[in-house]
């Protein structure tokens, strides 16, 4: 009993002396870090189009002596670190930016008008990036293989469909798969998440209403498209409302509506557009389906015609395995401390991070980098969206513990 006892209190030792290390290598490069986020976060690139984010991060792995592939879906990234002999995961970044102004006051804010890195992309990117150098740097104590998958397109361009189906998680065969997403709203040094259903499934909707347009004093010789379009989009509410349980999470946002060019003419179209979210896949066919016959059959009350499509990149909802989390989250008590992570609710944002998770146990977690003394308060998407940087290494840190401990267990079966 005595021997046994003595040999967990080793494995304790051990397990802080790994953890120690992996958190002041990490801070010895935060500047490093730090400055890779920065250029990233000066020159933000939309969708498909991260092409001089995607040289950064081949140009860093390839200064660090890291095999990669290049080019997968447009401009992703794909590094590989390890000796092969063993399992493999995955740890994966995304690179592109948002169509967004930005608003803030920061020194090394965005140099492209109408472009911002309001999601944070910029510091998963560069995370990744310091996870990779500290990876490397400690090489032999990997047993196994570790992917490190930049990939493009998250903000609605379903990136991470386009590199699973060019088999990122093939060969070596990905076993699991862990992301980091910043959080704005949570303070830095802080860490969410939960098991099972993390984030909601998303479907575009695009409502376009034909009617016939003419002089607005003779409403009556037209068939007035934009008080049928603003019918419908009160009506879409009433699913929410009164057709889901008050126990079910659904979401319709129209967010776009376009008619119209004079104040005297009636349009003959108007267009709607705009966003459904579910926690399941069949709650979003639910509501894809009566969306379309609402709005089919107000058109249809008010001589009008609804064209009703979901044309856009439809998430499937982001579900943790429940030993990802538990191993995520103990990686990540050893690096902030037991008070700082915390399990909660699932939330209505979407992610194609489901993509991977659809294919292979994973965990998508919530990295607090808030902080009230520098302002950084803001929400990702909003055009003030700012970054306490002291949770860049900590971000790094916590990848390469994740992921040496996934190792871990899966040797250990
Ligand atoms: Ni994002």
Redesign the pocket.
Known sequence: RDSSTSRGLGDVYKRQMQTSKIISQAKEIQSWIVEKRRTIHQHPELMYEEFETSKLVQKTLSDLDITFEKDIAITGVVGIVGNGNGPCIALRA?MDALPIHEETDIDFKSKIDGKMHA???DCHTAMLLGAARLLKENEEEINGTIKLIFQPA??GGAGGKMMRDHGVLQNPKVEQIYAL?VAGTMPMGTLASREGTLLAGTSTVKIIVKGNGGHAAAPHHTIDPVVTGSKIIVELQTIISRELSPLESGVISITMTKAGNACNVIPSTMELEGTIRSLTLEGILKLQTRVKEVAESIAIANRCKAEVTFPGNDYPPTINDAECWNLGKSAAIEILGDAQVAEMGPIMGGEDFAYYTQEIPGCFSFLGVGNTEIDAVYD?HHPMFKVDEEALPLGAAIHVNSALKALKSLREG
Do not use: A, K, N
Request: glycine residues 12%.
């Open positions: 995304d999601c944070g992309h998250e903000e997403h990702v």
